[in-house]
């Protein structure tokens, strides 16, 4: 009977299986902007251009409307200037140089960032609440 050669690869880790996991499961590419404030020469003023800080792969996480638990949430959704608001979470790998300051752009779409939530078993992620305002359809 045949053997088949031993393999020279070392065994997995258990923290490169979980990141395969997600790999396998972040199917959307976002870009992290930061905001950078200079002095307008002209008239003094600050002027604000949003700059890329990273772009990563994330899983996108939708929040349903139908989750919503009580009125005054289901209220945030539609206000009287006709504009809805979506919710949504993105998972990435933990990064420090992230916070509520900055923005997420999504396939062209500009999310702000509301919240941050460290994940994971050895709190390896990061899950970044965000919300998008827009006109109701």
Not at 63 to 84: F, G, H, N, V
Not at 93 to 99: A, G, K, L, M, V
Not at 105 to 130: A, F, H
């Amino acid at each position: 009977m045949y053997k088949y050669p031993k393999s020279n690869k070392a065994p997995q880790k258990e923290w490169e299986r979980k990141h395969v996991k997600f790999a396998s499961r972040a199917n959307t590419r976002i870009i992290i902007r930061t905001v950078k404030r200079t002095i307008d020469d002209t008239y003094g003023g600050e002027v604000e251009t949003w700059i890329e800080l990273a772009t990563v792969w994330a899983i996108k996480e939708l929040l349903p409307k139908e989750s919503l638990q009580t009125d005054l949430q289901r209220e945030l959704y539609l206000d009287e200037t006709e504009q809805s608001k979506e919710v949504v979470y993105f998972i990435i790998q933990y990064r420090e140089d992230i916070n509520n300051s900055h923005r997420i752009v999504e396939k062209g779409r500009e999310w702000n960032i509301v919240g941050l939530q460290r994940t994971g078993e050895n709190n390896n992620w990061l899950r970044v609440q965000c919300e998008y305002y827009g006109t109701a359809d």
